[in-house]
């Protein structure tokens, strides 16, 4: 798992994994992770960063010095799938996003080779304004209405596990 | 030996004020997580601050009301709260833009050690078998053009917690300008750290007996 902050209220499924050595962590300050996932959509395949440097987070890794100041290489990221959840989306994969939830979403849809995401509605051509589209549909491969999804820091609350009993 | 009186000294919300109160109006700020979040409840009269929250808002208002809650409103440590008129959501890249890209002037984080280089340790006790975590604190550090720390003077068992060097592993190297404790408010500078103000009651020799590291008077 590559993260910034593994640790999440009542998650017990990767810390289960982490102590029996069954899963891999690989720990990135947030803004590293961010550009690494944009990177990896834009096609450039690494970038010097300031964040890390002097601290174990840059072990072993490359660094290079710019006008008299020390950055450190990150590779850009790539995944087979993204999971996204949007506001709205129309059929070719046109996304707006609801307040702080936009999150990652934007930038993990340019990042994988499948992106599936999650709309609360899906809306006809058109009825999202394009001024405010705020993912491309290009970047979509496949859209699933939820209209009123759980969410899951409710649903890992109520030790609700799956596959639903 | 720690001598730390817990009964002298500023309270948490006292210590927010201190930092709200140097805060130039106009400023972009982040707050960290936990004491840092107090400080947006002190803006002097007259100021306008606008907080920017990592996980993507520039312009966070203050907690919602009882049953305005929206789970799809929350800041960096998952608290619900609101938006002033004028905010911009954003997603994480434009957001670490911001932070790295030296547009936000001041940060205000806590800490577990600093030291009188203004090296700062807050995200781990490099304690073997804990599941680290980081966020944006090494980000923030890298890239915000002021940072502030505000944090108890000492440990919780008396330790002091501004030190020569940071035996926990850095969240950064030479970062903080200015510390707000219990006890003072402590600039570092390239001559080393000097007291700008000391809490009532306390004085230079009691902060000095409960600091690791020299202090300098201006």
């Known amino acids: ?165 | 030996m720690p001598i730390t009186d817990k009964k002298i000294g500023w309270d948490r919300n006292q210590m927010a004020q201190k930092a709200a109160l140097d805060i130039p109006d106009g400023s972009y700020v982040n707050l960290g997580i936990g004491m840092p979040e107090l400080v947006s409840g002190f803006v002097p009269e007259g100021r306008e601050v606008i907080y920017h929250t990592e996980n993507g808002l520039l312009g966070m208002g203050q907690v919602p009301e009882s049953g305005k809650e929206d789970p799809e409103l929350i800041n960096a440590g998952k608290k619900c709260i609101t938006a002033i008129p004028g905010a911009c959501f954003f997603h994480h890249a434009d957001s670490f833009t911001m932070i790295r890209g030296s547009h936000i002037d001041i940060c205000v984080l806590g800490a577990m050690q600093v030291s009188q280089e203004g090296d700062l340790a807050n995200w781990s006790t490099g304690k073997p078998g804990a599941i680290p975590a980081v966020g944006g604190a090494m980000d923030l550090v890298a890239g915000v053009k002021t940072i502030f720390v505000i944090t108890q003077h000492t440990t919780k068992h008396g330790d002091p917690k501004i030190i020569e060097e940071c035996t926990y592993p850095l969240t950064g190297k030479g970062v903080v300008n200015r510390i707000y404790s219990n006890l003072a408010i402590i600039d570092v500078t390239d001559e080393g750290l000097f007291v700008r103000e000391l809490a009532p009651e306390v004085t230079f020799e009691y902060l000095q007996q409960n600091t690791g590291a020299k202090l300098n008077e201006y």
């Open chain 1, 1 to 165: 798992m590559i993260c910034s902050f593994p640790r999440t209220a009542n998650s017990t499924v990767f810390p289960d994994l982490y102590y029996k050595k069954e899963i891999e962590l690989e720990l990135v300050p947030q803004g590293s992770l961010a550009e690494r996932i944009r990177a990896g959509g834009a096609g450039i395949p690494a970038f010097y960063t300031p964040s890390s440097v002097n601290t174990p987070l840059a072990e072993g890794k490359d660094t290079r010095d710019f006008d008299g100041k020390t950055y450190v290489m990150e590779y850009a990221i790539k995944a087979d799938f993204s999971l996204v959840k949007c506001n709205l989306a129309d059929r070719y994969g046109n996304l707006t996003y609801n307040k702080t939830a936009r999150n990652f979403g934007p930038i993990m849809c340019t990042a994988a080779k499948t992106t599936i995401v999650q709309t609360k509605k899906i809306v006809e051509p058109g009825e999202i304004d394009p001024e405010i589209v705020v993912t491309p549909g290009i970047f979509v491969t496949k859209v699933v209405e939820v209209t009123n999804p759980e969410a899951e820091s409710k649903l890992v609350a109520e030790d609700r596990r799956y596959p639903c009993q």
